[in-house]
């Protein structure tokens, strides 16, 4: 199929977790991402103090690149050691409380105010606990979705986004017969079917 063998597969929390516990996380760009550089106008669209939500965020230093900025940013991440070495490795003071709606939840939060990390599974949050947000930057996040929780994911980050947010997606463009990943490949096809 176009998909190869791909629909099938899974990656657990639990192999996530293990990912990051080994530090084989060859996702993480150091430098940052040059597309956000390249489409930050894009995303910001001349405004600004903007909320930002970074979906399976890791420890993308794009985030600090955006509060810098001025911007407000929210993450959402299930490795405990992610989050905390993002704030350590950018020597950003930072305070943890439980998050009353989501039990077994943490959120991490730089005491300036301006980056909140969610510990816990992204489908665990809802507009009611994060608000809403005026720019999402997924990069690393739909193609980590397992395929079979990708509808579930888009209905959420639908929900997520004001009426006049912009939303970045990056996918990557292989043959998934030829390569396995980085980890799921998503068609353009599909974005249309999730996204409209
Ligand atoms: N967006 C980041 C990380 C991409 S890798 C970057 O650009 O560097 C995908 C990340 O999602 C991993 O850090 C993994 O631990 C996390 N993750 C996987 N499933 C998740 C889930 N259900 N909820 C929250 N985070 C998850």
Request: aromatic share 10%; with cysteine.
């Amino acid at each position: 199929s176009d998909v190869g063998s791909q629909e099938e597969r899974v990656v657990t929390e639990e192999e996530w977790l293990q990912k990051w516990e080994m530090g084989n996380i060859g996702f993480h760009k150091e430098q940052g991402h040059p597309l956000l550089q390249k489409y930050l106008d894009v995303l910001l669209n001349g405004r600004s103090g903007l909320r930002i939500f970074f979906p399976l965020c890791g420890k993308a230093v794009e985030m600090k690149w955006l509060a810098d900025m001025g911007h407000s940013v929210v993450g959402v991440e299930i490795s405990e050691q992610a989050v905390k070495e993002f704030f350590s490795e950018h020597s950003l003071p930072y305070c943890e409380e439980p998050v009353a709606e989501i039990s077994g939840a943490k959120m991490f939060q730089s005491t300036s105010g301006n980056i909140s990390l969610y510990c816990c599974s992204i489908y665990d949050l809802s507009s009611s606990i994060v608000g809403k947000f005026d720019g999402v930057w997924d990069r690393g996040a739909l193609v980590a979705v397992n395929p079979c929780d990708r509808q579930r994911y888009a209905s959420l980050m639908i929900n997520l986004v004001e009426k006049n947010s912009s939303y970045l997606l990056v996918t990557v463009s292989y043959d998934p017969n030829k390569h396995k990943g980085p980890p799921f490949y998503v068609p353009e096809s599909e974005i249309q079917s999730l996204f409209g």
